[in-house]
Antibody, heavy 119, light 107 residues
Framework: EVQLVESGGGLVQPGGSLRLSCAAS????????MYWVRQAPGQGLEWVAN????????HYVDSVKGRFTISRDNAKNSLDLQMNSLRAEDTAIYYC????????????WGQGTLVTVSS | DIQMTQSPSTLSASVGDRVTITCRAS??????LAWYQQKPGKPPNVLIY???SLQSGVPSRFSGSGSGTEFTLTISSLQPDDFATFYC?????????FGQGTRLEIK
């Protein structure tokens, strides 16, 4: 059974940093592109970042470029999102998701971890 | 960036109804479109990919159609479990973008 379990969310002050992690199991992690998607409270979905199978290619939405870094450890079946210079508008549930083959849609999602940026 | 616009934003319907949700892309995305259903407090669940392909395990009452810039998600006969929010997503180019969502509520 495919499982994605996020951790690392919490309350952080504006300008602060947080590192999210996603533990993957039940599939060959190194064969999948992986994604972070967020959802602000009561709002819609926003793709944040993704990374290719071996970690050599990354993409980011413009609003997080230069502040967030996605990474993966295929030996540990884990995906991370380092978030720096956090802003109030980064407040959201952050989901880890698996991409399907070479297509950038998502067939499995974690339950999400809440990040709140507030003073 | 490709903008995805869904209509309507809210839809009221009854069990057994046939409903259609529309998603329009600001430029052609070929068939690179997915539909998701999201229930409160849960992550989204993919229903349709490549505009019209049914994801494994999804009931056949869900169907998708369209290509280019206009797409539809149809539920042939609404069941009580179907009331939720639906999102389209284009994956033709970066940044990946979602529609704003369509909330399907019980009439």
């Amino acid at each position: 059974e495919v499982q994605l379990v996020e951790s690392g969310g919490g309350l952080v002050q504006p300008g602060g940093s947080l590192r999210l992690s996603c533990a993957a199991s039940g599939f060959t992690f190194s064969s999948s592109w992986m994604y972070w998607v967020r959802q602000a409270p009561g709002q819609g979905l926003e793709w944040v970042a993704n990374i290719n199978r071996d970690g050599s290619v990354e993409h980011y939405v413009d609003s997080v470029k230069g502040r967030f870094t996605i990474s993966r450890d295929n030996a540990k079946n884990s995906l991370d999102l380092q978030m720096n210079s956090l802003r109030a508008e980064d407040t959201a549930i952050y989901y880890c998701a698996r991409g399907v083959d070479n297509s950038a849609y998502f067939d499995y999602w974690g339950q999400g971890t809440l990040v709140t940026v507030s003073s | 960036d490709i903008q995805m616009t869904q209509s309507p934003s809210t839809l009221s319907a009854s069990v057994g109804d046939r409903v259609t949700i529309t998603c329009r892309a600001s430029q052609s995305i070929s068939s690179s479109l997915a539909w998701y259903q999201q229930k409160p407090g849960k992550p989204p669940n993919v229903l349709i990919y490549k505009a019209s392909s049914l994801q494994s395990g999804v009931p056949s009452r869900f169907s998708g159609s369209g290509s280019g810039t206009e797409f539809t998600l149809t539920i042939s006969s609404l069941q009580p479990d179907d009331f939720a929010t639906f999102y389209c997503q284009q994956y033709n180019s970066y940044p990946l973008t979602f529609g704003q969502g369509t909330r399907l509520e019980i009439k």
